[in-house]
């Protein structure tokens, strides 16, 4: 795709004064084309894509706050069984265990008072069946294509790797937050149809952490991973054993995503007003599922508990927080544990990333604590009026991240964020340092080498920033002057730098690049040498172009 050299017809528009809104919010409380500072569409790369006007959708959905809340428990995924052990591949004579977990269509009952909601699973549960394994055990996955034929949900066949005459029921699985060889990671390229099976191995060389696996599917992702196909994949080690923090009945996983619901409890997703390109930039659903129920409830002691939870939405940002004062205490976040514990009243969380919370639920015998985003309440605690014997630890200090000095970096790569708008801020796609997909490989780092990236967001959004296979450190944030820079190429910056928030300070793979903010990240790039791909995980963005290729290069 060239850079764009003439025409009037595309825009880039930035509404003054909207710092604390996303573009699109912003629209909602405005008339920004009659107020909004307009800059030529020759200053960025051309857009794959076409504005986007999001249709009427002429069967309205359900609204969820006309069903009963808290009449369903809180389901939890089932734990995969291996079947056996096999070699390896490469590896003569090393065995690990072996898993086979296929893909399939399911009807899944998301509330008392619906008809069983049609999806698309992994295992046959949304969320799919969770890996438990620890540190240095590898593991192999057989996953299996047996999905049907065709899509339930609208196909844009305009986007890149989603074009008209590629088979529908594609799949493809990425451990998400794995240190995992190439030809295992599942490259978006790389998906393969329904009576196919690709067998992957995961040697799970990494700290103890939350991971989940997810659909991968080039032009497709965002759809597969609405239709259900998400799961978690837990890493433990004898560092965290070690701790002794709630466990077993009193460790539970949470996986927060929102979805659209007709009235006959199907899913709904919103589509553009041009049925030829049904892309929407974003999607926003009013049915939020904790483990695939929506207003679940979960009976707990008045004791402590570990949570872990998953924000596992296409494109909203979840703001936990708990009632009757209740506060959290974070102690891990995408990669593994924090120093130390942090004391939260509201936990955010990126589409993509991962949160270890204990919430001690002692001091609250007998209460019903609500667990609430913003003003979307999500689930209920009841707890038990009975005492409780807790002989689990909340340890001042959990392990040590050695942060990594700026001087052993070999490089600085600063890459844009980029998104091209119409002369109403309708978007009409996204970039990453305005280069499409299919454009030659840019990013070339070399195993065993750091690099910081900087990524200078041009949006009106927050962008989560996942990179493949590596872990990082965040660095910073600091605000500059978007205009300055699309105009003149000057980055100058409008405020001080501000450090990441305590609960950023450990490991991470996913990162939240703020609006109109330069967010630095230092990366060591330890593991294996191969292709790699570095996106967007607001999957609507990610598939339409806001994902990258990298390569890890040998020395």
């Given at each position: 795709m060239p850079l764009c050299t003439s025409g009037p017809r595309e825009f880039l528009i930035y509404p003054p004064n909207s710092h604390s809104l996303t573009r699109r919010r912003f629209l909602s409380q405005s008339a920004i084309a009659a107020t909004g500072v307009i800059v030529p569409a020759p200053l960025i790369a051309c857009a794959p894509h076409h504005a986007v006007t999001i249709a009427p959708n002429p069967v309205p959905n359900l609204d969820p706050n006309t069903l009963a809340q808290?009449?369903?428990?809180?389901?939890?995924?089932?734990?995969?069984?291996?079947?056996?052990?096999?070699?390896?591949?490469?590896?003569?004579?090393?065995?690990?265990?072996?898993?086979?977990?296929?893909?399939?269509?399911?009807?899944?009952?998301?509330?008392?008072?619906?008809?069983?909601?049609?999806?698309?699973?992994?295992?046959?549960?949304?969320?799919?069946?969770?890996?438990?394994?620890?540190?240095?055990?590898?593991?192999?996955?057989?996953?299996?294509?047996?999905?049907?034929?065709?899509?339930?949900?609208?196909?844009?066949?305009?986007?890149?790797?989603?074009?008209?005459?590629?088979?529908?029921?594609?799949?493809?699985?990425?451990?998400?937050?794995?240190?995992?060889?190439?030809?295992?990671?599942?490259?978006?390229?790389?998906?393969?149809?329904?009576?196919?099976?690709?067998?992957?191995?995961?040697?799970?060389?990494?700290?103890?952490?939350?991971?989940?696996?997810?659909?991968?599917?080039?032009?497709?992702?965002?759809?597969?991973?609405?239709?259900?196909?998400?799961?978690?994949?837990?890493?433990?080690?004898?560092?965290?054993?070690?701790?002794?923090?709630?466990?077993?009945?009193?460790?539970?996983?949470?996986?927060?995503?929102?979805?659209?619901?007709?009235?006959?409890?199907?899913?709904?997703?919103?589509?553009?007003?041009?049925?030829?390109?049904?892309?929407?930039?974003?999607?926003?659903?009013?049915?939020?599922?904790?483990?695939?129920?929506?207003?679940?409830?979960?009976?707990?002691?008045?004791?402590?508990?570990?949570?872990?939870?998953?924000?596992?939405?296409?494109?909203?940002?979840?703001?936990?927080?708990?009632?009757?004062?209740?506060?959290?205490?974070?102690?891990?976040?995408?990669?593994?544990?924090?120093?130390?514990?942090?004391?939260?009243?509201?936990?955010?969380?990126?589409?993509?990333?991962?949160?270890?919370?204990?919430?001690?639920?002692?001091?609250?015998?007998?209460a019903k604590i609500l667990l609430s985003s913003d003003s979307f309440q999500l689930m209920q605690f009841r707890v038990s009026s009975a005492e409780s014997t807790d002989t689990s630890d909340l340890p001042k200090t959990l392990r040590t991240v050695v942060r990594i000095p700026e001087s052993s970096a070999v490089t600085t790569r600063r890459l844009t964020l980029d998104e091209a708008q119409n002369m109403v801020a309708e978007s009409m796609g996204m970039l990453l340092n305005k280069t499409p997909w299919h454009a030659p490989i840019t990013e070339k780092p070399v195993l065993g080498s750091t690099e910081i990236w900087e990524f200078v967001n041009l949006t009106e959004d927050t962008h989560p920033i996942h990179l493949h296979m590596v872990r990082f450190q965040l660095l910073d944030r600091r605000p500059f002057d978007t205009f300055e820079y699309i105009t003149a190429g000057t980055l100058r910056f409008t405020g001080p730098v501000m450090p990441p928030d305590a609960n950023e300070m450990g490991w991470k793979d996913t990162v939240r690049v703020n609006q109109k903010t330069v967010t630095r990240i230092i990366v060591p790039f330890t593991g294996y040498a191969g292709r790699y791909v570095w996106h967007c995980h607001i999957l609507e963005h990610e598939d339409n172009e806001m994902m990258r290729p990298y390569e890890v290069v040998r020395a």
């Open positions: 808290y009449v369903d428990p809180l389901p939890i995924p089932p734990i995969a069984q291996a079947t056996g052990q096999r070699e390896v591949p490469g590896n003569s004579g090393f065995r690990v265990p072996y898993y086979r977990l296929a893909m399939r269509e399911v009807s899944v009952k998301v509330h008392r008072d619906l008809p069983a909601t049609r999806m698309w699973a992994y295992g046959g549960s949304v969320p799919g069946p969770t890996f438990e394994t620890h540190s240095g055990q590898g593991l192999l996955v057989e996953w299996a294509n047996e999905l049907p034929a065709n899509h339930f949900l609208p196909i844009d066949h305009s986007l890149h790797g989603a074009e008209k005459g590629l088979p529908e029921g594609r799949g493809n699985v990425h451990l998400h937050g794995g240190k995992t060889p190439p030809e295992h990671d599942g490259y978006p390229e790389d998906w393969y149809v329904s009576g196919k099976s690709r067998t992957y191995y995961y040697p799970n060389e990494q700290d103890a952490a939350l991971l989940w696996y997810h659909d991968h599917s080039m032009g497709i992702n965002r759809l597969n991973i609405y239709a259900g196909m998400l799961g978690l994949h837990i890493v433990r080690d004898a560092a965290e054993d070690a701790l002794h923090l709630p466990s077993g009945k009193y460790e539970i996983p949470l996986v927060i995503m929102d979805r659209d619901l007709r009235r006959d409890g199907q899913l709904s997703y919103p589509v553009s007003a041009d049925p030829q390109k049904p892309w929407v930039p974003e999607v926003f659903g009013e049915a939020h599922l904790i483990n695939g129920r929506l207003f679940p409830f979960v009976d707990v002691e008045p004791r402590k508990y570990r949570f872990r939870i998953l924000n596992g939405a296409n494109g909203r940002f979840y703001r936990l927080s708990l009632s009757e004062g209740l506060g959290i205490q974070q102690i891990g976040s995408d990669q593994g544990l924090l120093t130390a514990p942090v004391s939260l009243k509201r936990l955010q969380l990126a589409p993509g990333e991962r949160a270890d919370v204990v919430v001690d639920f002692a001091g609250h015998r007998g």
